[in-house]
């Protein structure tokens, strides 16, 4: 017996899958099926085996591998909705000619808790960032509360460019009406949308104009007029299926009309917009000395002025007219400054008058780590809403700003403001680990000149928060303020550091200890430095070390054809082989059993492939 939820739908849909076949016919298509009110419902799409015979649509995925989706036909969504009892349909939107090439593109708004007016505003806005390309898109009610933006294209383009330039778009939208829109779906609260276009990929998917949506099946994907739009009230943002089968019956497809009205739009004749450069100002010390001095020390090795100069001079941060006097007497008076008003230095000098970085010493020969990436699109569009904003005349913009950007760090920003409210609240979504920190910020050009750590501080027991957080385009280092910083329990953040986080893609667990009292920027070193040159290193160096002399080792005891009788790599004997390459390179820290037991369990990482276990032995696999 058909459940009467499923027979609702049934009924639904005999009307208008004709007016969605007729709009996407042989494009692949996803669905889900109704599921019991407790369990998520069941994503479909790629086939593991198909025996129906119903026409597919071969589809390349990223990894390269290709998956049979079903294709798009009348009878083929009958088949999902009566045998299946299939609630949505959903598809990237290619075209039927090519599952890898455009038809339309989408962008979809989703609410951030927004206030009521806002999806609508959002919406609007966009049709004219749209209307100044001389591009035209089909809205729709998402059925969820969102709208959908579907943008047709004439000519067929890849998937790859018009998502990047959609990226740019949205980035394009948050800059001019950052209180309108936000690009990061961890920024929720107020009156911003989620501007959404990572979907625009093979693959990834969307409802499909008519599509049901929800558990219940009440509502549907509505496609509707902009004039229609603009006078909807807030509260009317979502259409239930009786009304789009009264719409169908009142006007005919609102859809398929809109599509027929619209000229040829080619994505070629699109005029591509720049995204303003990047600006990283680093999270270090200033004066061209200083930075020359740190980039040399990195590798974590004491040298004296002499050895520093030469090194500089050679990969070309400072000229053969500087002295190694000058480079003394510019590291030791920074080093003084330091000390002077209470901040921790990041480069100490030795007894025997050499220089090394603040950090804990690393004499293990280097060893190469992966690096992050280059700042993608998105991140280099917040860095020049940051730059742009912090003495910018709307200090609103500002705060939505530095909630933007710790959003895309992977917090959950919640931007609040206002009379009697704290700025907004940053929740680290770890887990047990996770915490809240208090954010308050400070607008302005140079150094702010009233922090008022009390402030940023009084806010945290009435939002349940571990830590309170100050952000402005820079502070003073007078002792004053770094006393004042410890007695609220204050981390006072620079725009420099924020901009530090987000060009090294530091992920909310690394940056807690920048949460600390007193100045991120002192922290984010530490955390920066024991990337390089903390755990992640030593275990790096340990497993290449055991791989290589494991491998040469094997290889040697295959020339005697006398398995049984093979050097067993242990523990220990891995031990004493990490140690002794250690002590020939002079280092003087001793490798532990930790490192090594890490060291083994990275080599059999399913993912590296490197090593198996064989009792008690690691065997290397070839390289």
């Known amino acids: 017996m058909v459940q009467p939820l499923v027979a609702e739908a049934l009924s639904y849909y005999e009307a208008v899958i004709p007016h969605i076949a007729a709009s996407f016919r042989g494009i692949p298509v996803a669905w889900n099926t109704f599921a019991a009110a407790s369990a998520p419902p069941t994503w479909?799409?790629?086939?593991?085996?198909?025996?129906?015979?119903?026409?597919?649509?071969?589809?390349?995925?990223?990894?390269?591998?290709?998956?049979?989706?079903?294709?798009?036909?009348?009878?083929?969504?009958?088949?999902?909705?009566?045998?299946?009892?299939?609630?949505?349909?959903?598809?990237?939107?290619?075209?039927?000619?090519?599952?890898?090439a455009v038809h339309f593109a989408r962008i979809l708004l989703e609410p951030t808790g927004a206030a009521p007016g806002a999806m609508r505003t959002a919406a609007l806005l966009l049709r004219d960032l749209l209307d100044a390309r001389h591009l035209t898109a089909i809205p729709l009610l998402d059925g969820l509360g969102g709208i959908a933006l579907y943008l047709p294209f004439s000519d067929a383009p890849a998937y790859a460019p018009v998502r990047a330039w959609l990226h740019t778009l949205a980035n394009d939208a948050a800059a001019a009406h950052p209180n309108n829109f936000t690009t990061e779906p961890n920024s929720v609260g107020g009156s911003r949308v989620?501007?959404?276009?990572?979907?625009?990929?093979?693959?990834?998917?969307?409802?499909?104009p008519y599509s049901l949506r929800g558990a219940d099946g009440r509502y549907a994907v509505a496609p509707v007029t902009w004039a229609e739009l603009e006078t909807l009230a807030p509260h009317a943002l979502r259409y239930e299926a009786a009304q789009v089968l009264a719409s169908l019956r009142e006007r005919g497809d609102c859809f398929a009309a809109q599509c027929a009205s619209i000229p040829p739009q080619r994505f070629a004749d699109i005029a591509h917009h720049s995204v303003p450069p990047v600006m990283v100002p680093a999270t270090q010390p200033r004066g061209h000395v200083i930075r020359a001095a740190l980039a040399i020390l990195a590798d974590g090795r004491s040298r004296d002025a002499k050895a520093i100069l030469d090194e500089a001079i050679a990969r070309g941060l400072l000229t053969a007219a500087t002295s190694d006097k000058y480079v003394y007497n510019a590291l030791n008076d920074y080093i003084q400054r330091r000390k002077a008003h209470d901040r921790s230095a990041a480069i100490l000098q030795n007894a025997d008058r050499t220089f090394r970085m603040n950090e804990p010493l690393d004499d293990w020969p280097s060893v190469e780590l992966p690096q992050p990436l280059a700042p993608d699109a998105a991140t280099t569009a917040l860095i020049a809403r940051l730059h742009s904003t912090v003495s910018g005349a709307d200090p609103d913009a500002w705060e939505v700003a530095v909630c933007d950007a710790f959003a895309h760090l992977g917090f959950r920003a919640t931007h609040l403001g206002g009379n009697k409210a704290p700025d907004g609240t940053l929740d680290a979504q770890l887990?047990?680990?996770?915490?809240?920190?208090?954010?308050?910020?400070?607008?302005?050009?140079?150094?702010?000149?009233?922090?008022?750590?009390?402030?940023?501080a009084k806010w945290s027991d009435q939002y349940g928060a571990r830590y309170r957080t100050l952000v402005g385009p820079g502070f003073s280092e007078e002792v004053e303020l770094h006393d004042e910083l410890l007695a609220h329990a204050v981390s006072a953040w620079?725009?420099?550091?924020?901009?530090?986080?987000?060009?090294?893609?530091?992920?909310?667990?690394?940056?807690?200890?920048?949460?600390?009292?007193?100045?991120?920027?002192?922290?984010?070193?530490d955390v920066l430095w024991d990337r390089d040159?903390?755990?992640?290193?030593?275990?790096?160096?340990?497993?290449?070390?055991?791989?290589?002399?494991?491998?040469?080792?094997?290889?040697?005891?295959?020339?005697?054809?006398?398995?049984?009788?093979?050097?067993?790599?242990?523990?220990?004997?891995?031990?004493?082989?990490?140690?002794?390459?250690?002590?020939?390179?002079?280092?003087?820290?001793?490798?532990?059993?930790e490192e090594i037991v890490a060291a083994f369990t990275h080599l059999r990482d399913p993912v590296l492939a490197r090593a198996v276990i064989a009792g008690d032995a690691l065997v290397i696999l070839a390289p």
């Open 194 to 208: 989620h501007v959404h276009v990572k979907s625009n990929a093979p693959g990834l998917h969307s409802a499909l």
């Open 533 to 593: 040159h903390g755990e992640r290193k030593r275990v790096a160096y340990a497993a290449r070390v055991i791989a290589d002399e494991g491998w040469n080792a094997q290889a040697a005891a295959a020339t005697q054809a006398d398995p049984p009788n093979a050097a067993h790599l242990t523990l220990d004997a891995a031990m004493l082989l990490v140690q002794q390459h250690l002590t020939r390179a002079g280092a003087t820290r001793a490798c532990t059993r």
């Open 494 to 525: 620079t725009i420099d550091d924020l901009v530090t986080a987000l060009t090294e893609r530091l992920n909310p667990l690394e940056l807690e200890p920048c949460f600390a009292p007193g100045f991120a920027g002192d922290a984010m070193l």
């Open 44 to 100: 479909r799409g790629p086939l593991a085996e198909h025996a129906h015979r119903l026409p597919t649509v071969a589809v390349t995925g990223a990894s390269g591998r290709t998956h049979p989706y079903l294709a798009l036909e009348s009878f083929t969504l009958e088949w999902l909705a009566k045998d299946l009892a299939a609630a949505e349909f959903h598809s990237w939107t290619p075209t039927a000619e090519d599952p890898a």
């Open 431 to 456: 887990g047990p680990l996770g915490y809240r920190a208090m954010l308050e910020c400070k607008h302005g050009a140079g150094v702010v000149t009233q922090p008022d750590a009390a402030e940023a």
